[in-house]
Every structure is written in structure tokens, then in C-alpha cells.
């Protein structure tokens, strides 16, 4: 999972601030260990599925550009096509939710029409 990790942020142009020892990296009080796939806000453990997780990280390494659905459905998925179904819109749900419950309210804004972005934690677009 690191390689493919390592390969996204190379594609991206971007390597956020990391601790490459431990595979570690954090956006706003968010912080997350790809190594262990251990998430935590504001020093609180969010428990996350490997989708979610995913989806986070590919948000976060995207900042601030609005990353569309297809682009979703391609990097997190593995998807080429659109199978017609909700799977990114599911996942997304479940992921504000349980970032609302450690307290990450309105981290990932919808762009009408356009797709999502990551926000910082008090609703602002975020800055690279």
C-alpha cells in the first residue's frame, strides 16, 4: 500500500509535510499513518474502512483543487468507467460522518456540479 501511495503523491506534483519514517502526514489538526492506516483528529482516533481512507487521502493530497467524481472513481476505485452507481457518494457520507464525530465538522465541501475538495476544519477552502 505504500508504493501505490508513494506512486499517487508523485503523480499529484505534491508531497505534503511527512515524516517518511513512519508514513506520516496531517492537513489542519487531521493527521494520518499510511503505515499503520491509523487516522486521528485532534488526537482523537477516527476508525476508518480502507475506502474511506483512500478517499481522504486522495483529498488531501489534491488540495485545494476539486477533485471530480470520475477522478474518484479512477484513483481510488480503480474504476475507468462510471458503473452507474453511488459508491463515491456513499463512502463520502460515511467519511463526514465519522470525521463530524471527532469533531472535523464541514472538512470536505461538495462542489455543485464539479465534485469535492478539502476544506480546513472551520469551513474555509484550504491552502497548499
Known amino acids: 500500500m505504500g508504493t501505490v501511495r508513494l506512486a499517487l503523491w508523485s503523480a499529484c506534483g505534491q508531497f505534503p509535510a ?16 499510511l503505515l499503520h492506516r491509523r487516522v486521528c483528529y485532534d488526537g482523537k482516533p477516527v476508525l476508518l474502512c480502507p475506502r474511506e481512507l483512500d478517499l481522504l487521502v486522495h483529498l488531501i493530497l489534491r488540495r485545494p483543487v476539486i ?13 475507468s468507467i462510471d458503473p452507474g452507481t453511488n459508491v463515491i457518494e456513499v463512502h463520502l457520507s460515511r467519511l ?3 470525521l463530524r464525530e471527532a469533531g472535523a465538522a464541514s472538512l470536505i465541501e461538495t462542489v455543485r456540479g464539479q465534485g469535492y475538495r478539502l476544506a480546513t476544519a472551520h469551513g474555509a477552502s484550504a491552502e497548499v
Open 67 to 79: 477533485v471530480s467524481r470520475a477522478e474518484l472513481l479512477r484513483h481510488v476505485c480503480k474504476l
Open 18 to 33: 511527512m515524516d517518511v519514517a513512519r508514513f506520516e502526514f496531517g492537513f489542519d489538526r487531521l493527521r494520518i499513518n
Open 96 to 98: 463526514r460522518s465519522k
